[in-house]
């Protein structure tokens, strides 16, 4: 789940075609419009049970039009989005876009979903040295199911 950005991406590209440049990170100057942009924009994780946690994954996505011909064109875009991002793959699993919201303002649309997996807690990978790095908590916690609900 910690490239969801990638997944996103693909099914951006699959419901919008190849004629919008998608990009997966902050761009400064220089990109073309039409365009999006896909960030990762917040995560979390609550337990739900001894060793298991639910993470959420929000991730945002900006467009930007060619021009700014009519209104209606961002929020035409916000239901594609919506409609693209309703479920994705990544990496052979399923995730359901859910709390899906946009604002719009005079050059952009900003979108944003969320995405969910709960991941377990391996017991028998705990460090039992203190002398060992935990800065790869990821390592000690395997993804399980998808919450496609």
């Not at 693909?10 to 400064?28: H, L, N, P, R, S």
């Not at 391996?122 to 390592?139: C, G, I, K, V």
Request: charged content about 35%; overall charge negative; hydrophobic content about 35%.
């Amino acid at each position: 789940m910690d490239n969801i950005v990638y997944g996103v991406t693909m099914a951006i590209e699959a419901y919008f075609g190849d004629d919008i440049k998608i990009y997966e990170d902050t761009v400064k100057q220089g990109f073309s419009k039409p365009c999006f942009i896909v960030l990762p924009e917040k995560s979390e994780m609550k337990s739900m049970s001894i060793g298991r946690f639910l993470k959420t994954q929000t991730i945002k996505v900006i467009y930007y039009p060619d021009s700014l011909k009519e209104r209606n064109e961002m929020e035409e875009t916000a239901f594609r989005l919506s409609a693209a991002l309703r479920k994705i793959k990544w990496q052979g699993d399923s995730y359901a876009g859910k709390n899906m919201r946009w604002e719009e303002d005079n050059e952009k649309l900003t979108f944003r979903a969320e995405f969910e997996t709960v991941l377990y807690w391996d017991p028998s990978m705990d460090h039992a040295d203190e002398d060992e790095d935990d800065s790869d908590l990821m390592r000690i916690m395997n993804y399980g199911e998808n919450v496609d609900n």
